[in-house]
């Protein structure tokens, strides 16, 4: 990087004494002061030492309050930075012939500290090189040889003492507007593996930084190269913002920060998140490839445990397995399942790894049993619909055979009929058959669905033109109310009929159900026959509650009743998707407008926000699509349970006041946690729109 290099000028720095110390403590295989070379002892203890909201805290006497849970004291000024106490809080102008502007604080102690999280909302608008072609830091940890977060060219992230740069930059950082940022230090030596950077709640791709020519003032930037862990250390408690710990003025920066958060952890707590690589199918089990966790936590992994129903239950195997891959056993095949991994220490289960689908694959086998859903009768017929197995055996299902005898003879479709509904032809009317079906794969024919009762019948004659008979009446039972409610299993729900009345006694009357999807196609149109002991009934749907409509009737031979359709409701659902691309979690759908904010502890919908919420509502109506209402909770408490019922109370208060403004379509709310909104103690909580096509 240039003629400069940031080791050799730490090395000048360095007394010969202390140079000559650690010297000799490497040659004899022992560990400078402050090195970690064996795990932290005892229960993990998280801190919060700093917590600062410049856009409402003053200056005084040359300190800033510091309004951290377990704070160490404030923090010192030096210099003049501008803007403490107003929105777009407190400005370095680290610029040629200005005095330094920074500050320093203390961490308290450090001894055994595994973990040291600073998050702040900061805009760096120089371009890091300004007053050194090495860059300039953000935050510096006391002493020769600890962590720099510095800034160089377009990029942030961390120093590793060989004038390299591991971090993030160009886009995704987009320094020169307010972001969110959270830089994650463990003292763990390969820092292309352990360390983090997060923007806007989402977790960054790190890697080592080059240019190839000088770019915005900077010099070139190369190398990828991280010392040993003596330059990882996490046992300095002196640490400086927007200078580094030498206060040597060429290493200033430029920048304006809202608020600063610092948490740290002492002791060994879990590890962090593996990474599943691969997963390999064989008979009933998955061999699931996997990186091993970054960090340990401060203690060392004794096992991996495993999920396979995405991370609601979980399994620690016996004996303890340590290394890739790890085998899951005793699965049944062609089920798949969402498999996710933790690793294991002495404090417990570390942080779970993202889920993985993977299907144990034996030999192919006949088809699960198929569910007849409901038969309607026509002219010598009988339309029979279904929903297949869960299971194919492994094989593709390739046609469904049928019985109408109770499984006494069985008839193969030619040719294949492989959809709902399966259409059963030449039959007598006015005889009542028990119907089976069953799936067909390469290996043979499968367990048969359960018996359903079906009876043709055929159209009856029109009324001749002179007939001076009575007018067709009308079903005597109407539809009374539609609803819908998840099933328990999967993305399925039960849409449930209730009817006016039952039907008369010897009344052949029907219920008649379509289904739409949101945009008004219909997907499935069912005829279910109801008889006089019928007041409601239940049809299975193999779509999420939401994620469809229904258009329901009652009919008999001549005639039918109104239709009522079933009303979009509002409901708590998932509002957080994965992205394809980053697998990274994030919002859903399309902004309907700016996030809209709430005082702390408060759900209470202000005149500004109602304001707001009346012109999203002519949006999300002109969209005439589903609409979901997310709610972040701060970053206080880690995410507490009160913090997050707030959260979800303000999306439910949203979501109401967008359906009193006219929004007619389903409406899905969540309330987030801390970790997931990355708002501070002291800043608004806020609530987003967005529309899901």
């Not at 240039?2 to 022992?30: C, D, E, M, W």
């Not at 038969?375 to 469904?400: E, H, R």
């Not at 103690?681 to 609530?687: D, L």
């Amino acid at each position: 990087m240039g003629a400069y290099s940031l080791s050799r000028h730490v090395a000048r720095k360095q007394s010969p004494t202390i140079a000559a110390v650690i010297a000799l403590a490497l040659l004899f295989g022992l560990a400078p002061v402050g090195v970690q070379t064996g795990p932290a002892q005892g229960t993990p203890t998280v801190s919060e030492v700093v917590n600062i909201d410049f856009t409402s805290t003053a200056i005084s006497s040359g300190t800033i309050a510091n309004a951290g849970a377990q704070s160490t004291g404030a923090l010192t000024v030096t210099g003049s930075p501008a803007g403490a106490g107003t929105a777009d809080g407190l400005t370095f102008a680290n610029t040629s012939g200005i005095s330094a502007q920074f500050l320093t604080g203390s961490l308290g102690s450090t001894a055994n500290m595994t973990r040291l999280v600073i998050e702040m909302v900061a805009k760096f608008p120089d371009g890091g090189c300004e007053l050194q072609g090495t860059g300039s830091m953000v935050f510096a940890l006391g002493g020769s040889n600890a962590y720099n977060v510095i800034r160089h060219s377009n990029f942030v992230g961390y120093n590793t003492f060989n004038s390299d740069l591991f971090g993030v930059g160009n886009t995704a950082s987009d320094l020169n507007t307010y972001r969110s940022y959270k830089f994650v230090m463990t003292p763990i030596p390969d820092l292309t593996s352990a360390q983090e950077i997060w923007i806007d709640g989402v977790k960054q791709s790190l890697a080592f930084r080059t240019t190839s020519t000088p770019t915005a003032g900077c010099p070139v930037l190369s190398g990828n190269a991280a010392e040993n862990s003596a330059n990882r250390v996490l046992n300095n408690s002196t640490f400086l913002l927007m200078n580094h710990s030498y206060q040597t003025p060429a290493w200033r920066t430029t920048g304006t920060i809202k608020s600063l958060r610092i948490t740290k952890t002492i002791g060994a707590q879990g590890p962090s998140d593996p990474t599943i690589r691969t997963i390999t199918a064989s008979d009933g089990s998955l061999s699931v490839a996997y990186t091993g966790s970054a960090s340990n936590g401060g203690a060392a992994i004794s096992n991996y445990d495993y999920s396979i129903d995405d991370g609601v239950t979980w399994v620690t195997p016996s004996p303890a397995a340590t290394t890739s891959p790890l085998v899951i056993s005793g699965l049944t095949n062609w089920t798949t399942y969402p498999v996710k991994i933790r690793a294991r220490n002495s404090t417990g289960g570390g942080t779970a790894s993202s889920a993985v689908s993977g299907t144990p694959e034996g030999v192919p086998t006949t088809p699960g049993a198929p569910t007849i859903s409901a038969i309607t009768a026509g002219d010598s017929q009988l339309s029979v619909a279904f929903t297949a197995p869960t299971s194919n055996g492994g094989a593709s299902i390739t046609n469904y055979d049928y019985s109408t005898d109770n499984g006494g003879n069985w008839v193969t479709p030619s040719p294949p009929s492989t959809s709902s509904p399966l259409v059963i032809t030449g039959l007598t009317n006015s005889t009542s058959y028990q119907v089976k079906i069953r799936a067909r794969n390469s290996v043979g024919a499968g367990t048969a669905s359960g018996a359903v009762s079906g009876t043709p019948s055929a159209a009856p004659a029109p009324p001749s033109s002179n007939s001076s008979s009575a007018p067709p009446a009308p079903p005597s039972a109407q539809v009374a109310q539609v609803s819908v409610r998840g099933s328990g299993t999967g993305n399925s729900s039960v849409v449930r009929i209730r009817l006016t009345k039952p039907p008369m006694a010897g009344e052949q009357m029907y219920v008649t159900v379509r289904l739409l999807d949101l945009n008004g196609k219909v997907n499935q149109e069912l005829r279910v026959p109801v008889n006089s002991s019928t007041s409601s009934i239940e049809v299975p749907v193999g779509k999420a509650v939401g994620a469809f409509t229904a258009v329901v009737a009652t009919s008999n031979a001549t005639s039918s009743t109104s239709s009522m359709s079933l009303t979009p409701e509002i409901i708590k659902a998932e509002t957080l998707g994965v992205s394809k691309i980053s697998q990274t979690k994030r919002l859903l759908g399309t902004s309907v407008s700016g996030s809209f904010t709430f005082t702390p502890n408060s759900a209470v919908l202000s005149p500004v926000v109602k304001k707001g919420l009346r012109e999203a509502a002519i949006v999300a109506k002109a969209s005439n699509a589903r609409v979901a209402v997310t709610g972040f909770a701060a970053i206080s408490g880690f995410g507490s349970t009160f913090e997050r019922y707030v959260a979800e109370r303000r999306a439910r208060a949203v979501s109401e006041f967008l359906r009193l403004s006219g929004v007619e379509s389903w409406i899905y709310y969540k309330g987030l946690s801390g970790s997931e909104g990355l708002i501070f103690p002291g800043q608004p909580r806020r609530v987003e729109i967005r529309i899901l096509k």
